[in-house]
């Protein structure tokens, strides 16, 4: 056995019997002062290094048994199926439904992450955004961006709905705010825009537009419908919806 071969396998019974090991720990088992050594032994086996505890910690991509969310702690120190932290951070925001408080992430991850946060917004990699008076992160994606923040938005207000009492359970809320989105038509999207236009008040065309990504001229036109009553009610079934009449036959 060359002398490579003996330290990976040497390496590798260390990692299965400890988990994880620091760089000091390693250059231990393999008998060397050089960091490069270190990291092309490391190289050969496929590694992950933690993204807590300032990346000190290493474990092989084959040991961590991760979280639905990537995540894998060993004696509270966490590695991600997604890299560093700022790889994680992005990932999580960029997947979510309706965007992340730096409070909610620091709850999936359980580190802190808003210099991960900053240096992510100023590399235009996640965007953010006051609601709530919370900042929330929401993916860098526009049309993603949109869905996110237009989902925290009646979030907040089913959760307020649920704090008078209602009895819905909270996940049937969220999974209402979603279908309901998604069976909006072209009419619907227009027609809800204007009510959130209304809702914000001055400057709320602008807002809603650039949130849904509209014209404001068709955020206008929705608020103009609903303040008007201008809507065809007659028209809200399709033709053809409803019940079919039923023809009297003559005697």
């Not at 969310?69 to 439904?97: A, C, K, M, N, P």
């Amino acid at each position: 056995m060359t002398k490579q071969a003996s330290d990976l396998d040497r390496l590798h019974k260390s990692f299965e019997e400890k988990k994880i090991l620091t760089l000091v720990q390693i250059k231990e088992i393999l008998g060397t002062t050089s960091t490069m050594t270190v990291y092309r032994r490391l190289k050969s086996l496929s590694y992950l290094s933690s993204y807590s505890h300032r990346g000190r910690f290493y474990t092989l991509s084959d040991i961590p048994e991760f979280s639905d969310i990537g995540i894998w702690s060993f004696e509270e120190i966490y590695f991600s199926r997604w890299g560093t932290l700022l790889q994680t951070v992005e990932h999580l925001v960029d997947v979510s439904e309706m965007g992340h408080s730096a409070a909610e992430l620091e709850s999936l991850v359980h580190v802190e992450v808003k210099h991960a946060a900053v240096e992510l917004l100023r590399a235009r990699e996640i965007g953010r955004e006051k609601i709530g008076g919370v900042y929330i992160y929401f993916s860098a994606e526009a049309s993603r961006r949109r869905a996110q923040t237009l989902l925290r938005q009646e979030w907040g207000r089913l959760l307020e709905l649920r704090a008078t009492g209602s009895a819905v359970p909270v996940d049937e809320l969220k999974a209402a705010v979603i279908l309901f989105f998604s069976l909006l038509d072209e009419k619907q999207r227009r027609l809800y825009a204007g009510l959130e236009a209304v809702r914000l008040g001055h400057g709320g065309d602008r807002r809603v537009a650039e949130l849904l990504g509209l014209d404001t001229h068709t955020v206008a036109k929705g608020r103009g419908e609903l303040l008007g009553g201008e809507i065809d009610r007659a028209r809200v079934r399709r033709f053809g919806g409803g019940r079919k009449s039923v023809e009297k036959k003559s005697p």
